[in-house]
């Protein structure tokens, strides 16, 4: 079992709707939890962190988290063929010191 | 968030040779500095976790006399793919700071 899990996708969704990006992890120490953006042929950018159970909102993103089911989700509102990317989710686990990521969901907005 | 840059953005070089790749930090001290490979369609993959002063710790896997890894200073990191073969054409991404990761722009090594 993967430690962070995602479906690869690629995830389509018409420019306006809301997409919804889920991301679940294994282990329960995991602590913060990341959700970061990344254009083919570039770097990751974070777009938002979530320690706390329940939402966190900033602009057209909304982070979810669920320590209870190890869930974590990004919903993307009125989304823009911009928001085009692969998607990578994140969690740092205490334990080890560092942040492991999931293999991301490939997000593609159609004009 | 912090400033992460990467020196060179690009390098194509011979089987055989190696490369140094430089990752710094514009505005932050960073005791800690990450490096990561990341194969076309594929997500990171930590390769290893760069201490300033001390020894690089490896993920399982990376050969550590390969992948030389130097962090002389609280702004500098440097990773050295030494006999570079085509098979370590990659992207390789630095980051700083543990728990919050801010990613350097990239460094895509093509090994002919």
């Known amino acids: 079992q993967k430690e962070v899990e995602q479906n690869s996708g690629p995830l389509s969704v018409p420019e306006g709707a809301i997409a919804s990006l889920n991301c679940t992890y294994s282990?329960?120490?995991?602590?913060?939890f990341f959700w970061y953006r990344q254009y083919s042929g570039k770097s990751p950018e974070l777009i938002m962190f979530?320690?706390?159970?329940g939402d966190k909102e900033d602009g057209r993103f909304t982070a979810q988290l669920n320590k209870a089911s190890q869930y974590v989700s990004l919903l993307i509102r009125d989304s823009q063929p911009s928001d085009s990317a692969t998607y990578l989710c994140?969690?740092?686990?205490?334990?080890?010191?560092?942040?492991?990521f999931g293999p991301g969901t490939s997000l593609s907005v159609i004009p | 968030g912090a400033v992460v840059s990467q020196h060179p953005s690009r390098v194509i070089c011979k089987s055989g040779t190696s490369v140094k790749i430089e990752c710094r930090s514009l505005?932050?001290?960073?005791?800690?500095m990450f490096w990561y490979r990341q194969f076309p369609k594929q997500s990171l993959m930590l390769m290893a976790t760069s201490n300033e002063g001390s020894k690089a710790t490896y993920e399982q896997g990376v050969e550590k006399d390969k992948f030389l890894i130097n962090h002389a200073s609280l702004t500098l990191s440097t990773l050295t793919v030494t006999s570079a073969h085509p098979e370590d054409s990659s992207f390789y991404i630095c980051?700083?700071?543990?728990?919050?990761?801010?990613f350097g722009p990239g460094t895509r090594l093509l090994v002919l």
């Open positions: 979530i320690y706390s159970n």
């Open positions: 980051s700083i700071d543990t728990e919050t990761q801010y």
């Open positions: 505005d932050f001290q960073a005791t800690t």
């Open positions: 282990d329960r120490g995991s602590q913060s």
């Open positions: 994140a969690a740092w686990k205490t334990s080890y010191d560092k942040v492991i």
